[in-house]
Structures are given as C-alpha cells and as structure tokens.
C-alpha cells in the first residue's frame, strides 16, 4: 500500500508543495501539485512529518533559515483522488465529514495513526458534524485495535470506547440510561455479545430497560418499578394499568404495524421452549418469563380481588399468562387473516372488547383498496 504526506510550507508570497511518500509516483497521474518529491525514508523531511501547522520550519534544500512556515498537511491513503487533512482536529473532522457525505469509507490506518491525538479529546467527539452514523463506524473500526491510552472526560464516548475495548462486561444501570443514544450499529454488536454470554446485567430492570420493545423498556419496566413495596390493593390496580397497556401495545404491534409479536420467553409462545407455565425460580434471568420477574420483585396479583376479567377464571399468575399466550397467538395469526384474500393488502378492521379475556378481538375487516374485487366487502370474524 503506498502511503503520503503533502506538506504545504509558505514563505512570504512563495508556497512549495513537499509530497513525503513511500514509493514514489508520478504526480501529474493524480492530478497533484508537488514540486518537490522525497522518500519518507529521506532524512531531509523526516521532521516534517511531526510537524504541527503554523511551525517555522528549516527544510535544508529550500531557502533561508527556519523562515518557511507549515501551512497544511494532508494524508493520502491508498488512494491519491482524496486525503484526509490533518492541518487541525476542526480540518480533520471536516475530512471525515466530507468522506462519509461522499459515502467513503474510512480507512482502519487512519484510525489506527491518530486515534491517541483525537479519541480522547471530548472537541472532536462533540463537534456538531459527527453524527450517529460517523460515530458508529469510528468506534467499530476501533474496535479490534489496540485500547487508547487515555478516554475522553465525556461520559457517553468514554462508555463506547470501553465497550470497543473489551472493558465492559456489566451493563449498569448508567449505561443503561445511555442505551438508546448508542448508534443502532454499535448496540447491534454489544446485543450480540450479550446473546454469547461475554456482557452480562447489574439486573433485571436495566435489561429491560436496554430492550428494544416498548412492552419491556417501558410497559414491564414501569410497572415493576411502580408496584415496588406498594400494598395489595395499590399493586392490584398498578396490574389492571399493566393489564390494559400490555394489551393495548400487542394489538397495536401485530394489527397496525404489521409485525409479528415476539415477546418470548417473558410471554412464552409461538416456538417457546417452555411448555410448562409452572415457576422456575432458578431460570437464568434472561430466560425469565413473567412468573420467575414477578417472584424476582416479590410482586403477587390478588386474582380473587381483581374485576378485569368478567368470568373471573383467571386464578393465578400462571392462568393469566396462559390467556396472554393465546392472546399473543390469536394476534399473530389475525394478522394473516387481515391480508385481503383478493389483493393481499391489510384491511380496515374494527375491534371488539372481549370482557372474558379482557382484550380486544377483530370483529369484521373489510378491504379498502379502490381497485380491489373485493373493495369494501364486509367480513366477519368471531
Ligand atoms: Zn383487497
């Protein structure tokens, strides 16, 4: 791989283009202003090479002494149609910007040369043009290098530095605040370093906290949080709220965005491996269903006492997640009932509020594409 540096000196009106590279090219090929050209092995520029912008430099074969002074520097890798400029951290950003505008990658080298001189510094990961996308592929081309020497002061990047560097196995419940700030790329990644056991969790509220499924991050999370050291009667009514959002939220997930409700093993259904809705209070936490969280956070449904359910058959815990894994279920199939049989499109559905199972059912659909046969023919689902 051939490498260079296009170094920039000035000296009262007269600019020299010094190009230091490995193997030597000829730069009319690439469309490049030099007009001297000298191995990095040539110990004339060698001092060029560390020299910071705005430095009064002696290069023994120009004029004068000490008198020309470094006025940019550009790194080309690999290829000569582009560089990265390194004249300042604002110009090397702006290269960076411009190589992601341009949809280019950025090289590993790069990376691997300056990151000592930019990870830590907080200027470069908060400079306003770094976005999520350019911090995703910065921190995952890291990755397998060696660890920086320093972090930055800013919390968040320090916390994604230490992820890259394998010095991260227990996600906290800070990191877990920081969670859905994290580039989706970079998350994908850790998620699947959890999947392989190698990132564990402080606990069960900051996994689900870090789900990405609105019933866990959110509906669970809430409830488990709310219902902590209430009376009976308070987390009763706390369950009836949890009942009616988790319904809400899984009729809404599988009806109108068209996705299949995968909700296992805390709702085991579908392909689950349990079979049996009994506790097992010494599953791993991630295998929890609602029985082993509910025992976790010593919470207890009064069934007797609850009005949610007209036929009042739901006796226990257990009873009720078998009426939500059918529930689950019926969902993931109307879904496919709701594609039209004519067009395959979904249609318009009305829903019904079944008090047995304190849900909602679809009770007719009907197809509302104009060019359909079946345009606004009613079906009915019972
Ligand atoms: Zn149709």
């Given at each position: 791989?051939?490498?260079?540096?296009?170094?920039?000196?000035?000296?009262?009106?007269?600019?020299?283009?010094?190009?230091?590279?490995?193997?030597?090219?000829?730069?009319?090929?690439?469309?490049?202003?030099?007009?001297?050209?000298?191995?990095?092995?040539?110990?004339?520029?060698?001092h060029l090479i560390n020299a910071q912008v705005g430095q009064e430099i002696k290069v023994d074969?120009?004029?004068?002494?000490?008198?020309?002074?470094?006025?940019?520097?550009?790194?080309?890798?690999?290829?000569?149609?582009?560089?990265?400029?390194?004249?300042?951290?604002?110009?090397?950003?702006?290269?960076?910007?411009t190589f992601k505008a341009n949809d280019r990658e950025i090289d590993t080298?790069?990376?691997?040369?300056?990151?000592?001189?930019?990870?830590?510094?907080?200027?470069?990961?908060?400079?306003?043009?770094?976005?999520?996308?350019?911090?995703?592929?910065?921190?995952?081309?890291?990755?397998?290098?060696?660890?920086?020497?320093?972090?930055?002061?800013?919390?968040?990047?320090?916390?994604?530095?230490?992820?890259?560097?394998?010095?991260?196995?227990?996600?906290?419940?800070?990191?877990?605040?920081?969670?859905?700030?994290?580039?989706?790329?970079?998350?994908?990644?850790?998620?699947?370093?959890?999947?392989?056991?190698?990132?564990?969790?402080?606990?069960?509220?900051?996994?689900?906290?870090?789900?990405?499924?609105?019933?866990?991050?959110?509906?669970?999370?809430?409830?488990?949080?709310?219902?902590?050291?209430?009376?009976?009667?308070?987390?009763?009514?706390?369950?009836?709220?949890?009942?009616?959002?988790?319904?809400?939220?899984?009729?809404?997930?599988?009806?109108?965005?068209?996705?299949?409700?995968?909700?296992?093993?805390?709702?085991?259904?579908?392909?689950?491996?349990?079979?049996?809705?009994?506790?097992?209070?010494?599953?791993?936490?991630?295998?929890?269903?609602?029985?082993?969280?509910?025992?976790?956070?010593?919470?207890?449904?009064?069934?007797?006492?609850?009005?949610?359910?007209?036929?009042?058959?739901?006796?226990?815990?257990?009873?009720?997640?078998?009426?939500?894994?059918?529930?689950?279920?019926?969902?993931?199939?109307?879904?496919?009932?709701?594609?039209?049989?004519?067009?395959?499109?979904?249609?318009?559905?009305?829903?019904?509020?079944?008090?047995?199972?304190?849900?909602?059912?679809?009770?007719?659909?009907?197809?509302?594409?104009?060019?359909?046969?079946?345009?606004?023919?009613?079906?009915?689902?019972?």
């Amino acid at each position: 791989m051939n490498k260079a540096m296009l170094c920039t000196l000035n000296k009262d009106n007269a600019e020299t283009n010094i190009l230091i590279i490995k193997n030597k090219i000829d730069p009319a090929d690439y469309n490049l202003n030099v007009d001297y050209q000298l191995e990095d092995t040539d110990p004339d520029v060698q001092h060029l090479i560390n020299a910071q912008v705005g430095q009064e430099i002696k290069v023994d074969f120009l004029e004068g002494e000490n008198s020309w002074k470094l006025s940019s520097k550009k790194m080309f890798i690999s290829h000569f149609d582009y560089a990265y400029d390194l004249s300042s951290l604002k110009d090397f950003t702006d290269s960076l910007v411009t190589f992601k505008a341009n949809d280019r990658e950025i090289d590993t080298e790069i990376i691997q040369m300056l990151k000592n001189d930019i990870f830590p510094a907080a200027a470069f990961w908060e400079n306003e043009n770094i976005d999520q996308d350019l911090t995703a592929e910065l921190i995952l081309k890291y990755w397998d290098l060696e660890s920086v020497d320093t972090y930055p002061e800013n919390d968040f990047y320090k916390i994604l530095l230490k992820f890259a560097d394998d010095k991260i196995n227990i996600i906290n419940q800070k990191i877990a605040d920081y969670w859905f700030e994290i580039p989706l790329q970079i998350r994908k990644k850790i998620n699947n370093l959890i999947a392989a056991d190698e990132i564990k969790f402080e606990n069960y509220l900051v996994y689900l906290q870090t789900r990405d499924n609105i019933i866990l991050n959110t509906i669970l999370l809430n409830f488990l949080k709310e219902a902590e050291g209430e009376s009976q009667e308070s987390i009763n009514n706390l369950f009836e709220k949890f009942h009616y959002q988790l319904i809400d939220e899984l009729t809404k997930y599988s009806l109108e965005k068209d996705k299949k409700n995968n909700l296992n093993p805390i709702i085991p259904h579908g392909d689950s491996k349990r079979k049996e809705l009994e506790l097992q209070p010494k599953l791993n936490m991630m295998d929890y269903s609602l029985l082993e969280i509910f025992d976790n956070y010593s919470i207890e449904i009064d069934f007797e006492a609850l009005n949610l359910f007209s036929e009042n058959e739901l006796k226990s815990l257990s009873d009720y997640l078998k009426s939500l894994t059918s529930h689950v279920e019926y969902l993931n199939q109307m879904r496919e009932k709701l594609k039209c049989d004519s067009c395959g499109q979904m249609m318009e559905y009305e829903l019904d509020y079944s008090q047995e199972i304190a849900a909602y059912k679809v009770g007719n659909a009907h197809c509302n594409n104009l060019e359909c046969d079946n345009f606004d023919q009613k079906i009915k689902f019972n």
